[in-house]
């Protein structure tokens, strides 16, 4: 009988296959902004975004050349519900996986995995971190190609498209559940 795990026991999957503590610290700051927004757009379901937000890079530590592939076999022989296991994977849409996002919730993720790395990397470069920060200045982020190079804009953009939000809307919203 598959289940979904509590955000609590998706961390500790995800602590069991990862041990860098830049990716826990990834799918912590991931699954939060997960659980700040369903707060905004499905307040029922706050813990089930924070438990994917947790688990969508399990194995990318262990498997960066098969992620999601990977995510997939690991999710189901730990019979993690079939909900969990998709919204998971489709966050490599297009990139790894071709398991398309259709749930509001998997377009979310789909839009801020990405954009959470390039925000924690313009907080990092400012005095006052991710207090005072403007969607502006994470837009002239955006455009300098160089900086945050490992953070995809085109799968930013695609999420924000996904979302039907403007890239500014979407880095908003983003910010300010990082800041949450």
Known sequence: MSYIPTPEQ???L???FNKEPFHIQHAETVSKVM??????????????WCTVGMLHDIDFELYPEQHCVKADEMLRELD???DVIHAVVSHGYGICADVEPTKYMEKVLFA????TGLIGA?????PTGLSDMEPKSVIKKFKDKKFAAGCSRDVIRRGAEMLGME????IALTIDA???
């Not at 801020?112 to 954009?115: C, F, R, V």
């Not at 313009?122 to 400012?126: F, K, S, V």
């Open 112 to 115: 801020t995995d990405e954009l």
């Open 178 to 180: 990082m800041r949450a």
């Open 35 to 48: 659980g700040e927004l369903a707060r905004r757009y499905d307040s029922e379901n706050v813990d089930f």
């Open 14 to 16: 995800l602590k069991r």
């Open 10 to 12: 998706a961390e500790e």
């Open 80 to 82: 993690i519900d079939e």
């Open 167 to 170: 890239l500014s809307e979407l």
């Open 122 to 126: 313009a907080a990092l470069m400012r």
